[in-house]
């Protein structure tokens, strides 16, 4: 069948059953569509229905009404090229839970100064490069060696080691793009194995920070950019490109990724993503692609 219609849930909850998938398939025949029988990627946690004759779009909405109240995260597309060739992921409350401006705020009193404005940002109501050089600035005089004191804060997002060893065990380029900033993403990429990283960087002078970021700021424009770059420096076309994050800035590199998720994302983000795993953890970046347990590197 020429569509597939994956259902996901948390590992740790490993609660998706028979009775749901029983759900979105009768959700998919009331509209017309021939549905096939559930084939399990992982018990309790993902299969996929494939079917014909409807839109993957009316049936990811169908289905996700019929399992509304359930933690189950829901996502139809075409079965041929799902598995992607490239993957370009934000990092900050993405591959890893903090955001890392947030983090040095504590340090000069300025934590919920700073992150008021991360969520505004990242939920869209303000410029991005506007809202980094507001937090930044007030970063000025801190010692630039804060930046590695912070490191041991890194805290990795749930199913983020098993996805980057799955990819890079099945020959796919992964890069991190951020808008934060290099040293951060530069200990990531080394940790999980990313084949590259793009971010922003801090002036600093005299052994301090001087409170302005370095020009220019890596935006979203600059995020899309990055994906055009790498999907064609490696001749990929972005219909074999994934894209993952949960910002406002990352928008672009989600609408013009083969498939461009919205992982646990702000809302404004969210209600704009053709995919979105708001349940799941990372793994669930490979059951979307048709990865079974077997497949899936071990933590």
């Known amino acids: 069948m020429p569509h597939v219609l994956t259902l996901i849930t948390s590992p740790a909850l490993a609660g998706l059953d028979d009775s749901m998938a029983r759900a979105a398939r009768a959700a998919l025949r009331a509209l017309g569509a021939s549905v096939s029988p559930p084939d399990w990627l992982a018990p309790g946690i993902a299969c996929d229905l494939a079917f014909d004759s409807l839109d993957p779009d009316q049936a ?10 359930h933690p189950v995260d829901v996502v139809a597309q075409a079965a041929e090229g799902r598995r992607k060739a490239v993957l370009v992921a934000d990092m900050e409350s993405t591959i890893i839970e903090q955001e890392m401006l947030d983090e040095l705020g504590e340090l000069v009193g300025a934590r ?9 940002a990242m939920n869209g109501e303000i ?7 507001e937090r930044v600035a007030l970063l000025a005089g801190l010692p630039a060696t804060a930046l590695a004191d912070m490191m041991g804060r890194i805290t990795l997002m749930p199913g983020a080691v098993p996805l980057l060893a799955t990819l890079k065990r099945h020959g796919v380029h992964c890069a991190l793009v951020s808008g934060g900033f290099k040293p951060f993403t530069a200990h990531v990429r080394d940790r999980l194995g990313f084949d590259e990283d793009q971010a922003n960087d801090l002036e600093a002078a005299d052994g301090r920070l001087t409170g302005r970021p370095l020009e220019p700021i890596l935006d979203k424009d600059a995020k899309l950019q990055a994906l055009i770059r790498i999907a064609g420096a490696r001749r990929v076309p972005l219909a ?23 992982f646990h994302a702000k809302p404004a983000v969210a209600a704009q993503a053709r995919a979105r795993i708001d349940h799941g953890d990372l793994t669930a970046l490979l059951y979307i692609q048709g990865y079974r347990a077997a ?4 933590a």
């Open 60 to 69: 990811q909405a169908a289905a996700a009404g019929a399992l509304a109240g």
């Open 112 to 120: 919920d100064r700073i992150a008021g404005i991360t969520r505004r």
């Open 127 to 133: 410029d991005f490069k506007g809202a980094l050089r």
């Open 240 to 262: 074999a490109s994934m894209t993952v994050g949960d910002g406002a800035n990352d928008l672009p590199m989600l609408q013009a990724a083969g498939l461009g998720v919205a």
């Open 295 to 298: 497949e899936i590197a071990a």
